[in-house]
């Protein structure tokens, strides 16, 4: 679909790039020519899939492990990048997110989704944005969010909130930056089963089943076509379009409300079987950070 080279002279940074969906569009675009960084809270794990990449693409790949939770970090790995160039184009993927009753949920439990999704969006945003209108650079933000925040959603609350913010920061960004020649647009994308979001939202489960079950094209999302919208956005190709947020899930939403409603039916075994399963992943993920 588009040109070899077509990125070749930008530099991209793509938060939670280590993993998922991250790492798929990190490697469209250095396919593509561009320069990537990406970021993510393990850099044992970033700084192997920057080798992985690099071996399969050749180009370059710098690889960060911060938490973007701390603004301070965040400003620090801004910075190094800008030394050596300024970047042009920022994805915003890093998030979290679980199932769970709202009524069971913790203030830390709600602090660790906001905090990642709304607050550190913000500092990487504001970090790269503020160093553009300084540098008089022009830029393309694409953030990733949920179809949610048109229509909310039970059971992952803190997510449709933060999301809900970060699809407000795209508007009001986009308004108030244009004039700078920074644009911002979002992406909603129904399911594309990765390992992180499959065993917290569908803990025990089958990653798409329940996706091919009810959606109108009976199946789940295919990381090219992610790839492929998040290039189109930051191309070129339509320098007009800023402010958007554009829905990716084979009209689920339109279908279902694309939300987890459907587990109001679930029981208090089956929420307390998820509880254990995501604290079992969450432990797993805190040792390997630890290695």
């Given at each position: 679909?588009?040109?070899?080279?077509?990125?070749?002279?930008?530099?991209?940074?793509?938060?939670?790039?280590?993993?998922?969906?991250?790492?798929?569009?990190?490697?469209?675009?250095?396919?593509?020519?561009?320069?990537?960084?990406?970021?993510?809270?393990?850099?044992?794990?970033?700084?192997?899939?920057?080798?992985?990449?690099?071996?399969?693409?050749?180009?370059?790949?710098?690889?960060?492990?911060?938490?973007?939770?701390?603004?301070?970090?965040?400003?620090?790995?801004?910075?190094?990048?800008?030394?050596?160039?300024?970047?042009?184009?920022?994805?915003?993927?890093?998030?979290?997110?679980?199932?769970?009753?709202t009524?069971?949920?913790?203030?830390?439990?709600?602090?660790?989704?906001?905090?990642?999704?709304?607050?550190?969006?913000?500092?990487?945003?504001?970090?790269?944005?503020?160093?553009?209108?300084?540098?008089?650079?022009?830029?393309?933000?694409?953030?990733?969010?949920?179809?949610?925040?048109?229509?909310?959603?039970?059971?992952?609350?803190?997510?449709?909130?933060?999301?809900?913010?970060?699809?407000?920061?795209?508007?009001?960004?986009?308004?108030?930056?244009?004039?700078?020649?920074?644009?911002?647009?979002?992406?909603?994308?129904?399911?594309?089963?990765?390992?992180?979001?499959?065993?917290?939202?569908n803990?025990?489960?089958?990653?798409?089943?329940?996706t091919?079950?009810?959606?109108?094209?009976?199946?789940?999302?295919?990381?090219?076509?992610?790839?492929?919208?998040?290039?189109?956005?930051?191309?070129g190709?339509?320098?007009?379009?800023?402010?958007?947020?554009?829905?990716?899930?084979?009209?689920?939403?339109?279908?279902?409300?694309g939300?987890?409603?459907?587990?109001?039916?679930?029981?208090?075994?089956?929420?307390q079987?998820?509880r254990?399963?995501?604290?079992?992943?969450?432990?797993?993920?805190?040792?390997?950070?630890?290695?």
């Amino acid at each position: 679909m588009f040109t070899d080279g077509l990125l070749r002279g930008r530099r991209i940074l793509v938060t939670g790039g280590g993993t998922g969906l991250g790492k798929g569009m990190a490697e469209k675009f250095l396919a593509l020519g561009a320069d990537i960084f990406i970021c993510g809270r393990r850099k044992s794990v970033c700084e192997a899939t920057a080798t992985e990449l690099m071996g399969k693409h050749g180009g370059k790949v710098g690889a960060y492990g911060i938490d973007i939770r701390d603004a301070a970090a965040v400003d620090a790995m801004v910075a190094d990048i800008f030394a050596s160039g300024p970047l042009t184009d920022l994805i915003n993927n890093a998030a979290g997110n679980f199932i769970s009753r709202t009524e069971d949920l913790s203030p830390r439990g709600f602090d660790a989704i906001a905090n990642i999704v709304m607050h550190g969006t913000f500092y990487v945003t504001h970090a790269v944005g503020r160093r553009w209108i300084a540098g008089g650079h022009r830029g393309n933000v694409v953030s990733i969010v949920v179809t949610w925040i048109a229509n909310g959603s039970p059971y992952v609350v803190p997510s449709a909130m933060s999301k809900s913010a970060v699809h407000a920061m795209t508007m009001s960004l986009a308004t108030e930056w244009g004039r700078h020649g920074i644009r911002l647009n979002a992406i909603a994308p129904g399911e594309i089963p990765t390992e992180g979001a499959g065993k917290r939202l569908n803990p025990g489960g089958e990653p798409g089943s329940r996706t091919e079950r009810i959606n109108p094209m009976g199946r789940v999302g295919r990381m090219e076509e992610l790839q492929n919208l998040a290039t189109f956005l930051i191309s070129g190709g339509c320098d007009w379009l800023t402010g958007e947020t554009i829905a990716m899930d084979g009209g689920q939403s339109l279908a279902t409300g694309g939300n987890f409603y459907e587990l109001r039916h679930w029981t208090d075994a089956q929420w307390q079987g998820a509880r254990e399963a995501i604290k079992a992943q969450n432990e797993k993920d805190r040792a390997q950070r630890s290695v």
